[in-house]
């Protein structure tokens, strides 16, 4: 069996690596734009922090790596063209021009996503940056050490968390963001309120609800970011608007959403035979609205990319889909999500939506320390299922949302979370668990 893999970050690693596990007989050949796989862009504003002192570390993979294990691992090589009824696609060579054809009894598109870049005039100015790959984590960490007015776009997770990193760098930063909250795709008002005065009080210069409109430059570096509003000194800029799937290749040839994510069954299976498709550039399950959404997330696309290769042959393990759980740590806060925020919930969906928030020890307070955390559920008043859940706290109690997904993932409602047995010792928790509670003043 002859498998090509198209792009190979996260879920394509994950695919290759199952799939030569699963039939060592298979050639495997890979077909990858960058020199490098499986870097995890997470962490590149721990990097930025120092907190994770070599960009290098931040890989988990490597071609070496892979080729060792037999696959066939072509980095600098994009795929030009793919004709999907004759299995044949159309390969260049990044290094030497060259292009060729290869074929393939079975196909894995891996494609990912891309920062979305809107045109803004003077974009091209130096030192704006973006902030997805190895290449990007180097020019980051390379214009940072000049500059002193550091400008993020975008108040998403990767956006706060490198607000973060610049301030302990001692950097003046502003975070600026067409929303009226910071990261308001995943949290509701009461716990970005948390948030955004812990950043207000590090001096960070928080500019929400307000619209970037152009660049302005010095000798062809950026010197001025001008907002629909105000305007502001930047030496350095980097744009975290937000990542759209990379799936300009198959536009047209396959069953895709309006902004390209591929659409995919429950076995990772594109409309077209033989095709597989996984991570960013895929549609996702999103369980809480019982719809498919595109959510680009590391843990779906290293789930997506396992599927495929157990999927390959046979429609053997289904996708369960996500909740689109997720957390952050924001100097001492420790916060998490899963599921539908409440606002999220009012206005994508037509849920009867219900919230509750509770605030509670993390354990008795008899214990030499103890913290105050807050969690909220969210669900729906007509099934009681529950929807959507978040936590704050200065102790790491992000686990909980695990918990609570799988909670989602099970359709489970109010009342069975109310009763559901948590353990109880008293250097972790309470006899009623933090969910328990919540679930019972839902009640």
């Given at each position: 069996m002859k498998i090509v893999v198209v792009g190979c970050t996260h879920a394509g690693t994950a695919a290759v690596v199952n799939m030569k596990e699963l039939y060592?007989?298979?050639?495997?050949?890979?077909?990858?734009?960058?020199?490098?796989?499986?870097?995890?862009?997470?962490?590149?504003?721990?990097?930025?922090?120092?907190?994770?002192?070599?960009?290098?570390?931040?890989?988990?993979?490597?071609?070496?790596?892979?080729?060792?294990?037999?696959?066939?691992?072509?980095?600098?090589?994009?795929?030009?063209?793919?004709?999907?009824?004759?299995?044949?696609?159309?390969?260049?060579?990044?290094?030497?021009?060259?292009?060729?054809?290869?074929?393939?009894?079975?196909l894995v598109l891996t494609l990912g996503s891309w920062p979305i870049v809107p045109k803004f005039e003077g974009g091209q100015l130096e030192n704006i940056v973006l902030?997805?790959?190895?290449?990007?984590?180097?020019?980051?960490?390379?214009?940072?050490?000049?500059?002193?007015?550091?400008?993020?776009?975008?108040?998403?997770?990767?956006?706060?968390?490198?607000?973060?990193?610049?301030e302990i760098q001692g950097k003046n930063v502003t975070l600026i963001d067409a929303e009226n909250r910071i990261m308001a795709k995943y949290l509701d008002k009461e716990f970005t309120d948390i948030a955004e005065a812990e950043f207000t009080k590090k001096g960070v210069n928080l500019v929400l609800g307000q619209k970037v409109s152009k660049f302005e430059g010095i000798d062809n570096k950026v010197s001025k970011v001008v907002t629909d509003k105000e305007e502001f000194e930047a030496d350095l800029v980097v744009l975290c608007i937000g990542f759209a799937p990379s799936t300009k290749l198959v536009q047209g040839k396959l069953d895709t959403l309006p902004n390209g994510a591929i659409i995919i069954d429950d076995y990772m299976r594109t409309s077209k035979k033989d095709v597989f498709a996984a991570g960013d550039?895929?549609?996702v399950n999103f369980?809480?609205?019982?719809?498919?959404?595109?959510?680009?997330?590391?843990?779906?696309?290293?789930?997506?990319?396992?599927?495929?290769?157990?999927?390959?042959?046979?429609?053997?393990?289904?996708?369960?889909?996500t909740q689109g759980t997720s957390g952050i740590k924001i100097y001492d806060l420790c916060i998490a999500s899963t599921g539908l925020t409440e606002?999220?919930?009012?206005?994508?969906?037509?849920?009867?939506?219900?919230?509750?928030?509770?605030?509670?020890?993390?354990?008795?307070?008899?214990?030499?320390?103890?913290?105050?955390?807050?969690?909220?559920?969210?669900?729906?008043?007509?099934?009681?299922?529950?929807?959507?859940?978040?936590?704050?706290?200065?102790?790491?109690?992000?686990?909980?949302?695990?918990t609570l997904s799988v909670v989602i993932q099970n359709n489970m409602t109010i009342e069975e979370l109310a009763m559901t047995d948590f353990f109880f010792q008293p250097h972790f928790n309470k006899p009623w668990s933090l969910l328990n509670i919540a679930a019972l003043k839902a009640l």
């Open positions: 060592p007989e298979s050639k495997i050949t890979i077909y990858e734009k960058n020199n490098n796989i499986s870097f995890l862009s997470c962490g590149i504003a721990l990097n930025v922090a120092n907190v994770v002192t070599e960009t290098e570390k931040l890989f988990y993979n490597s071609p070496e790596s892979l080729s060792a294990s037999g696959i066939i691992t072509n980095m600098k090589h994009e795929v030009l063209d793919i004709d999907f009824d004759n299995k044949i696609i159309l390969v260049k060579n990044l290094l030497t021009g060259e292009e060729f054809k290869d074929d393939y009894d079975k902030c997805k790959n190895y290449d990007h984590a180097q020019v980051i960490n390379k214009k940072c050490k000049d500059a002193k007015n550091v400008v993020v776009i975008g108040a998403g997770y990767i956006g706060v968390e490198l607000a973060e990193a610049f550039c895929c549609v369980n809480p609205a019982n719809e498919k959404r595109y959510i680009p997330l590391a843990t779906n696309a290293v789930r997506m990319g396992t599927l495929v290769a157990r999927n390959l042959i046979n429609p053997t393990l289904k996708y369960m889909g606002e999220v919930a009012k206005n994508t969906t037509d849920l009867n939506v219900g919230s509750v928030i509770a605030s509670d020890n993390y354990r008795p307070e008899f214990m030499p320390t103890f913290e105050e955390a807050t969690v909220k559920l969210v669900f729906d008043k007509d099934t009681r299922r529950v929807i959507g859940g978040q936590i704050i706290s200065q102790i790491d109690l992000t686990q909980f949302m695990n």
